[in-house]
């Protein structure tokens, strides 16, 4: 089961920053935070990933609160196409020798950027 | 999609066929993915591999097989088709801290 709790929807106007939370609670030390989308029905797309620092790449911004247990992914200017489904999630190691790393996936929030 | 291709990318199936979705990437991936996703649902992991020679079973394996002969290639196998699978599929595929998916493969089983 995942691991995360996010908001099932959310909406944001276009040009303006989108804010989408995430609580992980149990997350453990180790683990960290992932966010992805996926637009449509596409296949999903990497964001950003986090350990405890805040993050910050091309596409997004990640704040992690102090003690881990929740976050928040920031899209700065939001746009239609940003128009996705976000999904928060934290990351498992797998059994195998070799750290692989499974992704947990939950529902999701559906962000939809208005004009 | 960093290099992960699957086909078909559409078919249907009748009850009790079978057959094998095809996964490849030429990215070097050490680590690949199986997921589904059910309608309204998020992604749940059938199997994945962490080298070739090397597979496990994830949260929905029943099925379903796969081998890793080659780094570059991830079949799924499904054996027996029943409408409990008509589902969308996604392969990804992955090198150190991140996953790249694929496009999907829309699977109907009747």
């Known amino acids: 089961d995942a691991k995360t709790t996010q908001p099932p929807s959310m909406d944001c106007a276009e040009g303006r920053a989108a804010n989408l939370p995430c609580n992980h609670s149990?997350?453990?030390?180790?683990?960290?935070v992932y966010w992805y989308r996926q637009i449509h029905s596409q296949g999903p797309q990497y964001i950003i990933h986090g350990l405890k620092n805040n993050e910050t790449n091309e596409m997004a911004s990640l704040i992690i609160t102090e003690d881990r247990k929740s976050s928040t992914l920031i899209l700065p200017h939001a746009t239609l196409r940003d128009t996705a489904v976000y999904y928060c999630?934290?990351?498992?190691?797998?059994?195998?020798?070799?750290?692989?790393?499974?992704?947990?996936f939950g529902k999701g929030t559906k962000l939809t950027v208005n004009p | 999609n960093a290099g992960v291709t699957q086909t078909p990318k559409f078919r249907i199936l009748k009850i009790g066929q079978s057959m094998t979705l095809q996964c490849t990437q030429d990215m070097n991936h050490n680590y690949m993915y199986w997921y589904r996703q059910d309608p309204g649902m998020g992604l749940k992991l059938i199997y994945y591999s962490v080298g070739a020679g090397i597979t496990d079973k994830g949260e929905v394996p029943n099925g379903y097989n796969v081998s890793r002969s080659t780094t570059e290639d991830f079949p799924l196998r499904l054996e027996l088709a029943a409408p409990s699978q008509t589902s969308v599929y996604f392969c990804?595929?992955?090198?150190?801290?991140?996953?790249?998916f694929g496009e999907g493969s829309w699977l109907t089983v009747v």
């Open positions: 990804a595929g992955g090198v150190g801290n991140t996953i790249y």
């Open positions: 149990t997350i453990s030390g180790n683990e960290y």
């Open positions: 999630i934290v990351r498992v190691a797998l059994k195998l020798q070799g750290g692989s790393e499974k992704l947990v």
